[in-house]
């Protein structure tokens, strides 16, 4: 990934904490959806959508990881 786009991500992950605590509400509304789902595309659908958002949760480390590269 490009180190501007990661330098521009700090003030984002500076506050991971927050971030993850929103990304678990997201991910446990994911589940609900998938627990009510009948349909297996939704249920793909939600799986994918919880895979993205707990790499997001991994954010920081990429960052952080990248830029001492």
Known sequence: MDK????NLKPLVSHQHHLNKYIDVLIEQQHKTMEQAKDMHIIYACQGS??????????R???????KN
Do not use: F, P
């Open 61 to 67: 480390d990429e960052v952080n990881g990248r830029e």
């Open 50 to 59: 919880i895979a993205m958002l707990r790499r997001l949760k991994l954010l």
């Open 4 to 7: 501007q786009i990661l330098s």
